[in-house]
């Protein structure tokens, strides 16, 4: 097998790139098999690394585990069988709903392994975030543990396809209701050899959910021929190498947990760490001085707290093992980057991508000059542009704001939205893919970061839509109305804020403030809480009826309104 060279400069691969290179490298042959849990698993072992440490868990209690790539082959073997004998099958949703523990890790490939979707979902989430979701998907089945079964437990009657509700760690004795199966995986025995599921490239891998301005969330499909950017990405971009101690601090409930927090660095066969546990800046330090962490990648919400936190917390640990930084989700600051390498004499490489992209699209790639705020170039292979929002031809001028687009073909490109074929439609334009947000590209090819182009709201790096924060307002019992938009905040640089208008006769204080806000908690998740509610006689609308968002997102803003000719009058 020919091995490609690791240090080649950006402009080197640029001249020379082929996705090609990566389907070689992996064996694949065109029109053959292909299975993601094959490749993070049984072809590492088949490489002669069966005994090579895959996974260093560590829970929030800080019980202590780990795993080698044949204990990954064996349990997704396991979970597979157990599927299978459910009478699971190919191409079945089965969600994912559980913590960061090892079972959802194995079970992910162990789901991939049968030819399933895995649709893996926030723990967080409350009962009618995870129903919109498992409804639209028709899910058959979910992955879970005991401490999220009431939430199950709560909509499981109104789902028809959910057939199973598999429960890892369940009491022994205490009885589980109909549709619930228990599945402990240290108790059930090994399967050595296992049928894997004859996958082709374009066929379905991972559903994830992602929000946008209108509608309920969308279902974002990829394919096991994902792998292909995936893998590249992870190598080139991450810069994982061979001895690396890799650690993704995403939840796979994000596309960055599945992506980058299994598929890239498994399939190259590094070791990652998984830390099951909320932020702190000393458990974090801890984490990397205990692991010897090399390679970490995080968000930007992470890097400002961590900067909150002081340089004497950084200054108490040893951090020598770190050698590359990255960060995604959200706009990474100057500031950000400067700090990280004064305190970890190493700055943070921004990234950019999206659920639907699959694999980093823009970086600030491996040996490249960092220019601090900026999001880097266009990966090798990736044909990146912004587009003038009227014609939607590429503008010429650099420093001209456009909006963000790509020429699709890349590996890891979402083939639809579950059962929504017009809303990925209207992602194109032009034979260009949309991604709807603007930047500038300046005279060297650097991307600079402007906003989004809709109202979608980006809180820690998780999308946040308006419509459906609105919408479970509108459940609660004293609310009339709603408009929801962003907030700015020093650490989250956006965080939910909403405008409510109350029935009649209530009356509006802060102990219902709390409770609005604690009922979108439990309802959706925390991160779609507001952390504002402002209360309103009237909410500004069109002559029409129809909530003006942008009128409020301005004043929190301290922006210009702009035309407001269609605003209703008073
Ligand atoms: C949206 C995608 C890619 C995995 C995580 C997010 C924003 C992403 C950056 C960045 C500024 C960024 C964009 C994008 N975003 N990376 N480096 N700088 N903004 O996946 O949940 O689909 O969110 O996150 O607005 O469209 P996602």
């Not at 459910?86 to 049968?114: Q, T």
């Not at 990736?382 to 939607?392: A, C, N, Q, R, Y």
Request: aromatic share 12%; glycine share 8%; net charge negative.
């Amino acid at each position: 097998m020919r091995l490609l060279p690791d240090i080649v400069s950006y402009e080197e691969r640029l001249k020379s790139f082929d996705w090609s290179l990566a389907v070689t490298e992996l064996g694949y042959v065109k029109e053959d098999i292909i299975n993601i849990g094959w490749y993070c698993s049984d072809r590492i072992c088949l490489k002669g690394n069966a005994d090579k440490i895959a996974l260093y868990y560590e829970s929030f209690g800080g019980t202590e585990k780990s795993f080698t790539f044949n204990d990954v082959r064996l349990t997704s073997n396991t979970i597979g069988n157990f599927l299978i004998n459910l009478g699971l099958k190919n191409e079945d949703r089965i969600c994912l709903f559980m913590d960061r523990i090892p079972e959802l890790y194995f079970s992910f490939l162990g789901i991939l392994k049968i030819g399933a979707i895995v649709q893996p979902l926030f723990s967080a989430f409350g009962d009618e975030s995870l129903y919109i979701r498992l409804e639209n998907a028709q899910t058959r089945a979910i992955i879970t543990q005991r401490k999220h079964l009431p939430k199950v437990r709560k909509i499981s009657h109104k789902l028809p396809f959910l057939e199973y509700v598999i429960v890892v760690d369940p009491v022994k004795g205490k009885s589980l209701e109909k549709n619930e199966v228990a599945f402990i995986l240290h108790e059930t025995p090994s399967v050595e050899d296992f049928k894997i599921f004859p996958t082709r490239a374009e066929s379905p891998s991972v559903l994830h959910y992602t929000s946008g301005t209108t509608g309920q969330p969308k279902g974002v499909e990829h394919v096991h021929y994902s792998l292909i950017s995936q893998y590249l990405t992870a190598k080139w971009v991450l810069d994982l190498h061979d001895n690396d101690i890799y650690w993704c601090t995403a939840d796979p409930g994000w596309v960055t947990g599945t992506s980058y927090g299994i598929i890239g660095p498994w399939s190259l066969g590094i070791t990652q760490c998984v830390l099951d546990a909320g932020f702190s800046a000393q458990a974090w330090y801890k984490f990397i001085e205990k692991y010897k962490v090399s390679v970490w990648y995080t968000a930007p919400t992470a890097i400002r707290s961590l900067m909150k936190a002081g340089k004497e917390v950084v200054e108490s640990f040893d951090l020598s093992s770190l050698r590359h930084l990255s960060s995604v989700g959200e706009p990474l600051n100057s500031e950000a980057v400067v700090w990280s390498g004064k305190v970890f004499g190493k700055q943070f490489h921004d990234t950019f991508w999206q659920t639907e992209t699959g694999s980093i699209m823009i970086s600030n790639y491996i040996g490249m000059k960092i220019k601090p705020g900026s999001m880097g170039k266009p990966f090798p292979g990736i044909v990146g542009v912004v587009l003038d929002p009227k014609t939607f031809e590429p503008v010429p001028e650099p420093g001209k704001v456009g909006l963000i687009a790509f020429k699709p073909g890349w590996p890891a490109m979402m083939r639809g939205y579950w059962n929504n074929h017009e809303k990925y439609r209207e992602k194109f334009v032009n034979g260009w893919y949309l991604t709807g947000d603007k930047a500038s590209i300046d005279n060297e090819g650097y991307f600079w970061f402007i906003g989004r182009d809709d109202d979608v709201i980006n809180t820690a790096g998780h999308l946040v839509s308006p419509f459906e924060v609105e919408s479970a307002l509108l459940e609660h019992p004293a609310v009339a109305e709603s408009a929801v938009v962003a907030k700015p905040d020093e650490i989250n640089m956006e965080v939910v804020k909403a405008f409510v208008t109350l029935k009649p006769g209530i009356i509006p204080d802060k102990e219902l403030e709390l409770d609005i806000m604690n009922f979108i908690r439990r309802k959706l998740s925390p991160m779609a809480m507001p952390q504002e509610i402002e209360y309103m006689d009237k909410l500004p609308k069109t002559r029409s009826g129809k909530i003006m968002r942008r009128v409020l997102r301005a004043k929190e803003w301290g922006e210009e309104i702009g035309d407001v000719s269609t605003l209703e009058d008073d």
